[in-house]
């Protein structure tokens, strides 16, 4: 077991709250079929293509992969908003997270922050669909709020300086841990500075640690909250 204290926890969505990795991938999947049947001449490989989009943007993956797409906010919203629509009931809650949230909304109402490469439409459809329960974040951080996606630091900075001005306290003086599923989410908490937790729900603990992540759990039951003063005290049981 090992025992952090931080004053801020900041977490991914897609594959660290949500298991929504099979309605991600079924959606890609239909996208790279229907480009390679009218693009036979500019074959792409589905596996290589999805290890390169978890964690990015979707307007990254567009322009890197499908430059002949419409690339506006509305195509991407519309896009993003059709894998809750289509295959929304592919996804579900990661191990542990009803918890982790419920403790959350009661202890740390103003501590934690969601920052996500998903737009708007899609993180907040989640959240609907999934934890309609709970609250959301004080600080929620989306696609459309960032002009760089991850691995730029710039959402988890921004999330960051948000909480810091909720709780009048200055950045210099708190801390926070960043929890993320990814490689690109990884490297981008290491470059803001903070420790990063990996979660093992969409890649194994070598390929996180070798990203960046300080410690590696498997999921969300091996995460417990504790309120130390003003801080939060972390335990992880990992991997």
């Known amino acids: 077991m090992v025992k952090l204290t931080t004053n801020y926890l900041l977490f991914d969505l897609d594959g660290t709250l949500v298991n929504s990795t099979p309605a991600v991938e079924q959606t890609w999947h239909d996208v790279v079929e229907k480009h390679n049947k ?27 992969h499908f430059p002949y797409r419409r690339n506006t906010p509305e195509e991407i919203n519309d896009f993003e908003f059709g894998i809750v ?13 009803p918890v982790l949230l419920k403790i959350l909304n009661d202890d740390f109402q103003n501590s934690w922050a969601i ?34 996606g991850k691995p730029d630091p710039e959402g988890y900075l921004a999330a960051f300086e948000q909480l810091n001005e909720k709780n009048a306290t200055e950045s210099q003086s708190t801390t926070a841990i960043v929890f993320e ?29 070798a990203a960046g992540a300080s410690y590696v759990i498997s999921d969300m039951s091996k995460l417990k909250l504790n309120r130390v003063n003003d801080s939060v005290q972390v335990e992880l049981d990992i991997l």
């Open 85 to 97: 629509a289509n295959y929304g009931h592919l996804a579900k809650a990661v191990d542990g997270v």
């Open 115 to 148: 920052v996500t490469s998903g737009t708007k439409k899609l993180a907040h459809g989640w959240f609907e669909m999934l934890f309609k329960c709970y609250s959301k974040p004080p600080v929620f951080i989306t696609a459309n709020d960032v002009s760089n």
């Open 181 to 209: 599923d990814a490689p690109t989410g990884i490297k981008a908490g290491v470059q803001g500075g903070f420790t990063v937790v990996g979660l093992a729900t969409t890649f194994g603990k070598d390929v996180l640690t």
């Open 38 to 64: 009218t693009y036979p001449a500019n074959i792409i490989d589905p596996v290589e293509f999805l290890a390169s989009a978890h964690g990015a943007r979707t307007v990254e993956s567009f322009s890197k």
